[in-house]
Every structure is written in structure tokens, then in C-alpha cells.
């Protein structure tokens, strides 16, 4: 017989034991970003911008390098994303999961409000993961929208698994593409043409 278990996410006090415990790694982390049952995140200072002007058209089977540039965010000057504009941002923090807990990374309310999305597709994590995780961030607005480095930009829940995972992020067996990154990084997804 199948027993059928209900979605577990973690409370802010289950997140702050599993932090204690260090099972859950979230660093650097102000104590104030943990929410009811989430922590918020922050937008680190490098920016991916797409260069258009150099290929007709994105090939998958192809390394991005070439279609991308780093930008990064001064202290005080905003970066200034334009009505339609996707970039590749990342979270100031290192996130660690252990290998029974997956997270689910959304936007804050108060952005969405003003149009800025900060994920297309990538907002599971894995358990296993070690990294900071790459935003990827578009305007649906008819108005550009200010960018700031350290502003509040997401937040990261958690969810417990039924049992502890087999195979984690970042096993040689999944030829994970993504583990251990710090700065906002392109797609690998030519990685799978290989």
C-alpha cells in the first residue's frame, strides 16, 4: 500500500535548526532575512549581459562564452534593466543542501509587482548543491528597472524529501554542470551534445 505524504516546507524554525545543525549552509546570512518559511536573498555585483551583435542566433550544441560579458554593479549606481532585457544575475549567498532537502528559489512579491521576474525555469535546487545560484532576470515592464547591488532579490525555500536522495548534485555520475559556481554562469546546456 501506498502511502501518500504531503509537501513538507520548512518553517523559520525548522530553517533555523537545520542552519544550527549545518545541514542547510546559507552564507553569508543576517538572522533578520529569515522569513516565516523562507530566507531572502541578495543580488551579488555581476551582471551576464547578453552581446547580440556577434551571431544571428543562439545555438544550443554551442559554448555561450562568446555571447556574454560580465558587468558589474557599482556600489551605489544602479544597473539599469531594460522593458524585454533578460540577464543572468547571481545571489550574493553560497547555498548548501543536504541530501534530503531540495529548495525552491522565487522572486519577492514586491518586485514581481513592478515586473522583474528572477527566474524563467531554474528555480528548483537539487539536494546536494553547493553554490551560488544564478538568477535569470527579465523586465516584463513598459519602464526600465533599477538593479542595486545587495538589494533584496528572491527568496529560497525548503522542502523535505520522502527519504534521503541516492544520487546528490554534484555526482560524477550526473555530470552536474552548475555545482560549486559563484558568478552568474551561462548555460552549459551544449554539455549535453557531448
Known amino acids: 500500500m501506498y502511502l501518500k505524504r504531503k509537501e513538507m516546507v520548512l518553517s523559520d524554525k525548522s530553517i533555523k535548526d537545520q542552519i544550527d545543525r549545518h545541514r542547510i549552509i546559507v552564507?553569508?546570512?543576517?538572522?533578520?532575512?529569515?522569513?516565516?518559511?523562507?530566507?531572502?536573498?541578495?543580488?551579488?555585483?555581476?551582471?551576464?549581459?547578453?552581446?547580440?551583435?556577434?551571431?544571428?542566433?543562439?545555438?544550443?550544441?554551442?559554448?555561450?562564452?562568446?555571447?556574454?560579458?560580465?558587468i558589474d554593479i557599482p556600489d551605489e549606481k544602479p544597473f539599469i534593466l531594460h522593458p524585454g532585457?533578460?540577464?543572468?544575475?547571481?545571489?550574493?549567498?553560497?547555498?548548501?543542501?543536504?541530501?534530503?532537502?531540495?529548495?525552491?528559489?522565487?522572486?519577492?512579491?514586491?518586485?514581481?509587482?513592478?515586473?522583474?521576474?528572477?527566474?524563467?525555469?531554474?528555480?528548483?535546487v537539487d539536494p546536494?548543491?553547493?553554490?551560488?545560484l544564478t538568477l535569470e532576470l527579465s523586465n516584463l515592464a513598459r519602464l526600465p528597472i533599477t538593479l542595486y547591488y545587495g538589494m533584496k532579490i528572491g527568496q529560497i525555500s525548503f522542502l523535505q524529501l520522502t527519504t534521503a536522495a541516492t544520487r546528490l548534485y554534484g555526482s560524477e555520475s550526473l555530470h552536474s554542470k552548475y555545482q560549486g559556481q559563484t558568478?552568474?554562469?551561462?548555460?552549459?546546456?551544449?554539455?549535453d551534445f557531448e
Open 27 to 70: 552564507s553569508p546570512l543576517d538572522p533578520q532575512d529569515i522569513q516565516p518559511a523562507s530566507i531572502d536573498l541578495h543580488l551579488d555585483r555581476q551582471i551576464l549581459k547578453f552581446t547580440n551583435s556577434r551571431q544571428a542566433f543562439i545555438d544550443v550544441k554551442e559554448s555561450l562564452d562568446d555571447l556574454t560579458e560580465i
Open 183 to 191: 558568478l552568474p554562469t551561462p548555460s552549459r546546456a551544449h554539455r
Open 128 to 132: 546536494g548543491w553547493k553554490g551560488h
Open 85 to 124: 532585457e533578460f540577464v543572468l544575475g547571481s545571489t550574493i549567498e553560497n547555498i548548501e543542501l543536504p541530501d534530503d532537502l531540495v529548495a525552491r528559489l522565487e522572486g519577492k512579491s514586491s518586485l514581481g509587482r513592478i515586473g522583474l521576474v528572477i527566474h524563467s525555469t531554474a528555480g528548483f
